[in-house]
């Protein structure tokens, strides 16, 4: 390849491509290929397109950039140090993938500012992407006035053949199709090589017709390797499409400008060795040493930051003006934005006695969504094609849908994973929208990958799980969830919280909300059949993660531990073993990790570590139990898989009858 | 409407209807609406086009049938009963839904003859069906000879907007598509009803398009409720093309024949009620009473069976002249059919001694395969694009792809899901093939829902995860599993084996393949990074789950009990506390689940309750630990989430270091 003279946009293309490169190599581990391939597609959109402040990267109406193809990360990272953010020093990009550093194997947004989302696991980037669309979409339809535009960025997702191929990733389109989210532009790099190899060998549909059928508007740039012009003019037909989204095809060579590694599988994941980096170097001219990056480039890629400035500017003073003509509005957008919650706004959940006819926590938990959703505009969310067996639809508005974005019930479709992956995109947009996900429990297994997503990534999602054990009943074994809450409970940095009743399902919210607001999310486990309201429970001691709700005098013989529906087992028992004299105490658990965060005086006082006689109910596998049962102790629980019949009948069957309790707690006191 | 005489193809598929409305009726439980609709088509295939035998069920070369919409189980159930299989008779249709009835929510192959697969979840049934053609093309290419054909079938598929609409559907319709898979025919049943109402409100891409998109062969019935000639021709049009896969989108009415509730949500999941019955009865001329079959309905459809007898003695007898000409061939695929394993195959398992240099986990698991596949032809699996670093590929073959159907390595692509449900329909088709898939140990989360089917419907097949723990290293916490070990342990049926070295793993492959055999699935849990080989490791130990490699003399002080590559850490830890006196025992614990089926007196010898100073080494959360390490032991774990380093320092930095057990094991000692 003959060099000539090269313009500043090639030089600085060459200069992340020689980041990504000198950066791989020092790690001796890393994904060269695609920086190599997408710095130009990149560099244009970020260097002439994107509106963002490198100095204040969460300013709110900065376009969104999202790396699918999250092991690129490189690409990223040149682009953040070379376009002037703090969070990306040449120091941090020598420190690549190395512990505690700004750059890690994959975008981590809660380690790096300018990174919107946590990517890595493919196909999750591009359904992020579809949920910052949808936060723009919805913020600009809520707020923005005729005369008064104070949302209005575009969403730009680059994406490789691997996340093409997941099936999240066809949820995500397919359902941003239907909502003709027109300022979201995903970039495919296709440079049709994956880690097995040629995409021949496993990949071979037409996927520009694909994402025609979901009702995309589709570009193809031909040679994405050398062609600026073509790529910035395929991002400007885009732009101006604002009633569907758009995919702009570009076709690479991967590892480009390495002269024997690129277009092989060889250049996907590995550094290339030194004596192809010297190939490498020689084959683009590129005469600078390791991490060296020419002033020329920096001065001239570094006036993103005075641009970043002036958007920034400009943004506060329209919306200085906003705040002006329209003061409750700005109002409400700034305590949204503040992520502060408005006063009293938890005083909007019922409370209950035990007199009150019980109702399935699912029941309780539309009441609690429908109490919450007029005092907080921020709440929007939905079910995956599960509204009426979920329970999630908010009254007070209409469906989100194309020309009614203003509105807040989505329908996620049958599409799980593309629904967790959408709402931690809507959770970190940033823009203090809370999120929630709603399916039976038992799909959690769809979308696990997203759900802990929200937690490492810190989204504050509320996830909404009913139909919560084998009480759902008739549909059987492949929709009676039994390990699902150990899986979750499993789950760092997440809250399960499965509460027993009116009340706890209050608490459960007031617990969430709360989370959500601290970029952390909940998940709920809610019936599907009716359970009564209980004594002793309460709102606030769901925040404790377990309590005593009925107790001996004394120090108890036994403890019966109980969660969601099974604590009625266990306060039914603790009567009748009570009336034989026992001393028995009732703790309802509705949250192991809330448990976990009390201090150890709290937690003595409620599980004393001399009252070893303790059994747990729960209409799920004990498997962890045994850390609060001990080795004295003893589970009610199910180590099968469910059957099909009714929720009753398969609860008694399976032992979940008050005898059984009984049976269970004699031969303990025994 | 205005009932004319019914034809008898007319009565039987109102047949249909009734039988589904009725029972579900009974139940107060189920979903009429897919039955009503997508009865034409359903019948007209199996009446008119499948070869099967109701009397033998699991003849070999009958044609497979998935309700992907396994909702529709009635369907199902009613043709069961109609075609004259003995698993479902009109008692058993009145039982739906019931305790211990054949006729569960959703169909289960393991309860009911005649259900080839477990569907429910959506889009499953899709991908199995995958399966199950990639098993017909495979024995097809291997066993048929030009003048002999003994493997010759087709797999009918029916799915519904749900199915489409998930994720794993695409993918599976994806790489189905790439391997040209012929004789696959899908039968959507484009109802335009999904249980949040129309379509209209989250499914509106274009469906066929998508399909051509995939590769494949597209045709429209317009007309699915009244047309059964057209639905025959497209059938027909289907099976001529062979060389792609082909999808027939039927356009039907939900609940057809119900004239208020047809056409709607209401209609899809519940029973229609009382007046609607006799409403349908009325508009569908039905005048028999609920469960009430015509004889002339039943004297037709059962024709099937004296069809299905002679379909089966014509490939007795083809089968016998092929005994005759290739005595070599039948005789293993007699073999393989049998289910039995050869002689002496486990015995190609190396074992190793410590001198031997270790090698990562996943290095033994690829000696492990390469040694089975020669003398295993019915091993046949892949990886999800990371044969390379999964390691996976079997060198005695090549890749299977259109027109190299007999090789036995299979490209997935980066499609998880669709990989774990192909990997249930090779398993499930019933022919002796023992399927294995293969990804990063974390992406079983992509995958989830389908091991959990492999679990629950008695799928033998290997899951050969590798990167399992924080020691994978640079990639991060994306990619670094925590709390994916406990996740996977508590899925009932479920075998994880985390194998500790060479000679683990060989026990590991010995446990896996003799329990695929009998229709179980297994995990293997292997490190990116080596291993030494430990003293006391064996083949055979590996199925006790937990035994004893390292002791005292006398009762142990402490049991240091360890998985995978962390027991190493126990096994130096014991030398240096043996060095000072203590007497501490080291237990490899590969398989939980395999312990667990000792017997009382074996556990006992290897943890003796007596001995309550334990502790459990384990590169993961602790999260179920307790149960072996009770309430006086502690756990050498990770409770937060990875981080991106090289694997050696995050395991140091992580606490996974001989000094970091020994710190742990004093504090207990003390």
């Given at each position: 390849?003959?060099?000539?003279?090269?313009?500043?946009?090639?030089?600085?293309?060459?200069?992340?491509?020689?980041?990504?490169?000198?950066?791989?190599?020092?790690?001796?581990?890393?994904?060269?290929?695609?920086?190599?391939?997408?710095?130009?597609?990149?560099?244009?959109?970020?260097?002439?397109?994107?509106?963002?402040?490198?100095?204040?990267?969460?300013?709110?109406?900065?376009?969104?950039?999202?790396?699918?193809?999250?092991?690129?990360?490189?690409?990223?990272?040149?682009?953040?140090?070379?376009?002037?953010?703090?969070?990306?020093?040449?120091?941090?990009?020598?420190?690549?993938?190395?512990?505690?550093?700004?750059?890690?194997?994959?975008?981590?947004?809660?380690?790096?500012?300018?990174?919107?989302?946590?990517?890595?696991?493919?196909?999750?980037?591009?359904?992020?992407?579809?949920?910052?669309?949808?936060?723009?979409?919805?913020?600009?339809?809520?707020?923005?006035?005729?005369?008064?535009?104070?949302?209005?960025?575009?969403?730009?997702?680059?994406?490789?053949?691997?996340?093409?191929?997941?099936?999240?990733?066809?949820?995500?389109?397919?359902?941003?199709?239907?909502?003709?989210?027109?300022?979201?532009?995903?970039?495919?790099?296709?440079?049709?090589?994956?880690?097995?190899?040629?995409?021949?060998?496993?990949?071979?549909?037409?996927?520009?017709?694909?994402?025609?059928?979901?009702?995309?508007?589709?570009?193809?740039?031909?040679?994405?390797?050398?062609?600026?012009?073509?790529?910035?003019?395929?991002?400007?037909?885009?732009?101006?499409?604002?009633?569907?989204?758009?995919?702009?095809?570009?076709?690479?060579?991967?590892?480009?400008?390495?002269?024997?590694?690129?277009?092989?599988?060889?250049?996907?994941?590995?550094?290339?060795?030194?004596?192809?980096?010297?190939?490498?170097?020689?084959?683009?001219?590129?005469?600078?040493?390791?991490?060296?990056?020419?002033?020329?480039?920096?001065?001239?890629?570094?006036?993103?930051?005075?641009?970043?400035?002036?958007?920034?500017?400009?943004?506060?003073?329209?919306?200085?003006?906003?705040?002006?003509?329209?003061?409750?509005?700005?109002?409400?957008?700034?305590?949204?934005?503040?992520?502060?919650?408005?006063?009293?706004?938890?005083?909007?959940l019922a409370s209950f006695t035990p007199d009150q006819k019980g109702l399935a926590t699912r029941k309780y938990s539309e009441e609690c969504?429908?109490a919450?959703?007029?005092?907080?505009?921020?709440?929007?969310?939905?079910?995956?094609?599960?509204?009426?067996?979920?329970?999630?639809?908010?009254?007070?508005?209409?469906?989100?849908?194309?020309?009614?974005?203003?509105?807040?019930?989505?329908?996620?479709?049958?599409?799980?994973?593309?629904?967790?992956?959408?709402?931690?995109?809507?959770?970190?947009?940033?823009?203090?929208?809370?999120?929630?996900?709603?399916?039976?429990?038992?799909?959690?297994?769809?979308?696990?990958?997203?759900?802990?997503?929200?937690?490492?990534?810190?989204?504050?999602?509320?996830?909404?799980?009913t139909?919560d054990s084998i009480g759902?009943?008739?549909?059987?074994?492949?929709?009676?969830?039994?390990?699902?809450l150990?899986?979750?409970?499993?789950?760092?940095?997440?809250?399960v919280i499965r509460p027993a009743d009116g009340n706890e399902t209050s608490g459960a919210y007031k617990v969430a909300?709360?989370?959500?607001?601290?970029?952390?999310?909940?998940?709920l486990s809610l019936t599907r059949q009716a359970v009564p309201n209980l004594p002793g429970t309460s709102i606030d001691a769901v925040a404790k993660g377990a309590y005593t709700i009925v107790d001996s005098e004394?120090?108890p013989?036994l403890i019966l531990i109980g969660t969601g529906s099974e604590v009625q087992l266990c306060v039914a028992a603790a009567e009748k073993l009570a009336a034989?004299?026992k001393k028995v105490r009732v703790v309802s658990m509705p949250s192991w990790?809330l448990f976990?965060?009390?201090?150890?005086?709290?937690?003595?006082s409620v599980l004393?570590?001399?009252?070893?006689?303790r059994l747990s109910v729960e209409a799920a596998?004990?498997?962890?139990w045994?850390?609060y049962?001990?080795?004295?102790?003893?589970t009610v629980s199910?180590?099968?898989?469910?059957?099909?019949?009714?929720g009753g009948?398969?609860l008694e069957?399976?032992g979940f009858s008050v005898d059984n309790v009984l049976?269970k707690a004699?031969?303990?006191?025994?």
């Amino acid at each position: 390849m003959v060099v000539a003279t090269q313009s500043l946009d090639e030089l600085s293309i060459n200069a992340i491509r020689f980041l990504a490169v000198d950066a791989i190599e020092k790690a001796k581990s890393g994904h060269p290929g695609l920086p190599m391939g997408a710095a130009p597609m990149a560099f244009t959109l970020w260097n002439k397109f994107m509106k963002f402040n490198p100095k204040n990267p969460k300013w709110f109406n900065r376009d969104r950039f999202v790396l699918s193809a999250g092991h690129g990360s490189m690409l990223q990272y040149a682009l953040l140090y070379l376009l002037g953010y703090d969070s990306v020093t040449i120091e941090d990009i020598k420190q690549f993938r190395q512990w505690e550093s700004s750059t890690p194997g994959h975008p981590e947004n809660f380690l790096t500012a300018g990174v919107e989302v946590t990517t890595g696991p493919l196909g999750q980037g591009i359904a992020n992407g579809v949920g910052l669309a949808l936060a723009e979409a919805h913020l600009a339809a809520t707020y923005n006035k005729p005369d008064a535009t104070i949302v209005d960025h575009y969403t730009y997702v680059i994406l490789g053949d691997g996340c093409n191929m997941e099936g999240i990733s066809g949820e995500a389109a397919s359902i941003a199709g239907h909502w003709g989210l027109g300022k979201l532009i995903a970039l495919y790099d296709d440079n049709h090589i994956s880690i097995d190899g040629s995409t021949d060998v496993a990949f071979t549909e037409d996927v520009s017709k694909r994402f025609e059928a979901y009702g995309w508007h589709v570009l193809h740039v031909e040679d994405g390797n050398t062609d600026l012009a073509a790529i910035a003019k395929a991002i400007e037909e885009a732009k101006a499409v604002t009633d569907k989204p758009s995919m702009i095809k570009v076709t690479t060579i991967i590892g480009y400008g390495a002269p024997n590694k690129s277009d092989t599988a060889g250049i996907h994941g590995a550094a290339l060795g030194t004596d192809e980096v010297a190939a490498t170097r020689k084959n683009l001219g590129w005469d600078y040493a390791p991490f060296e990056v020419p002033q020329e480039v920096l001065d001239y890629t570094r006036k993103a930051i005075e641009r970043g400035a002036s958007y920034e500017a400009e943004w506060n003073q329209a919306f200085a003006q906003y705040k002006t003509k329209y003061p409750t509005e700005a109002a409400a957008f700034e305590r949204q934005l503040s992520g502060a919650l408005p006063e009293g706004w938890d005083k909007t959940l019922a409370s209950f006695t035990p007199d009150q006819k019980g109702l399935a926590t699912r029941k309780y938990s539309e009441e609690c969504l429908n109490a919450l959703a007029p005092v907080l505009p921020e709440l929007i969310g939905g079910s995956a094609d599960l509204t009426h067996s979920n329970l999630t639809e908010l009254h007070c508005s209409g469906d989100f849908q194309k020309g009614a974005y203003q509105n807040r019930n989505v329908h996620f479709g049958v599409r799980e994973h593309a629904m967790g992956a959408i709402c931690n995109g809507i959770a970190l947009h940033g823009s203090g929208l809370l999120p929630f996900g709603a399916t039976f429990l038992i799909f959690t297994d769809y979308m696990r990958a997203a759900i802990r997503l929200s937690a490492l990534s810190e989204a504050g999602v509320i996830w909404v799980m009913t139909h919560d054990s084998i009480g759902q009943g008739e549909d059987g074994p492949t929709h009676q969830p039994i390990e699902v809450l150990a899986s979750l409970r499993a789950i760092p940095n997440l809250t399960v919280i499965r509460p027993a009743d009116g009340n706890e399902t209050s608490g459960a919210y007031k617990v969430a909300i709360a989370k959500a607001k601290e970029n952390a999310p909940t998940l709920l486990s809610l019936t599907r059949q009716a359970v009564p309201n209980l004594p002793g429970t309460s709102i606030d001691a769901v925040a404790k993660g377990a309590y005593t709700i009925v107790d001996s005098e004394g120090v108890p013989e036994l403890i019966l531990i109980g969660t969601g529906s099974e604590v009625q087992l266990c306060v039914a028992a603790a009567e009748k073993l009570a009336a034989q004299g026992k001393k028995v105490r009732v703790v309802s658990m509705p949250s192991w990790e809330l448990f976990e965060t009390q201090d150890a005086a709290y937690k003595e006082s409620v599980l004393p570590k001399a009252v070893t006689k303790r059994l747990s109910v729960e209409a799920a596998t004990n498997f962890g139990w045994h850390k609060y049962v001990g080795t004295e102790g003893d589970t009610v629980s199910i180590e099968t898989f469910g059957a099909s019949a009714p929720g009753g009948v398969c609860l008694e069957k399976f032992g979940f009858s008050v005898d059984n309790v009984l049976a269970k707690a004699k031969t303990l006191l025994s």
